[in-house]
């Protein structure tokens, strides 16, 4: 199977890892990769500390059209600009799969795609980070959790694939439950660890539980508006079942703050303001992280 993974960073390599055994698998060219020189080969280390050397693939967006599946793994204010990209070149019954922090991102791309195309949503608990530019470590275990948002069936031949190639990959015909879970783990996860500049881990202290608690009832108050039923003390658990299992993880919004590159913050914490204000009501505790992370991050 022909897999076109668009966005090399720290999730889109752990996919490249897990998938390339069995398929032919290609990172798509970004727009001035050519001139910036292309990594011949990744070095990838996985969670038993041990060291593999992948050889690395690419292809141009006119070869999009040979593709039987593409997966976006971006941060989600790329998205737009990738989809607007790629849009001419997509051939129309090929699976797109979005893999990215937060929410908000479909509904931005849907006007620039196909209205038959096929759409899935591709969420996860695994922990990576790249370490540099041709070294990833893959830092926590998880589930990959896959889903439809338009035309994206279970039974077809490369979501098949994936489901059977990615270590604990599931469907679910309900995502949204699911999207609302993992938004509400990194409205917990990513701000925190990057207002506090600390792992993961350092969040199962006590100190800490305060804002995760009132962080987690905005986003329950929220999910429970829109018929997304949410329990506070599944949701803490699972919340802090995460921060265990990838206590020694940087959270990606942690590492842009500290590489001084925009986060997804408008699409995580943001997003719950967002929602809030459409109900006429505020989130204050999402919007505290909301300022406090724009001041940490570039302009």
Known sequence: MNIVIIGAGAMGSLLYQQL?????VSFLLKPDSIQQGLPKSLSF???????QRLPLHYVS???????????CALKAYQFK????????YLPPRCPLILQHNGMGVYQQIRPLLDSQQPIGVMLSTQ??????????QHTGQGQWQLGNYQNLHPDLASIKALLSQLQDCQWYDEIRTMQWTKLAI???INPLTAIHDVLNGELSQDKYNSDVEV???????????????LQSKTLRDVVYQVVENTAENSSSMREDIRGQRLSEIDYINGYIVKCAQQMGMSAPHNEQCVTRIKRLQPH
Do not use: F, S
Not at 20 to 24: K, P, T, V, Y
Not at 81 to 88: G, H, K, L, P, S
Not at 215 to 229: D, K, S, T, Y
């Open 127 to 136: 922990a990576a980070r790249r370490l540099n530019r041709n070294q990833i």
């Open 81 to 88: 600009d990738a989809i607007a990209y790629i849009a001419e």
């Open 186 to 188: 990194n409205c917990v």
């Open 20 to 24: 390339q055994g069995n398929h032919q």
């Open 215 to 229: 962080l987690l009832q905005e986003v329950i108050g929220q999910a429970e508006l829109r018929q997304i039923p």
């Open 61 to 71: 967006k006119q070869q999009l059209p040979d593709a039987d599946l593409i997966i």
């Open 45 to 51: 280390i996985g969670l038993d500390k041990q060291t």
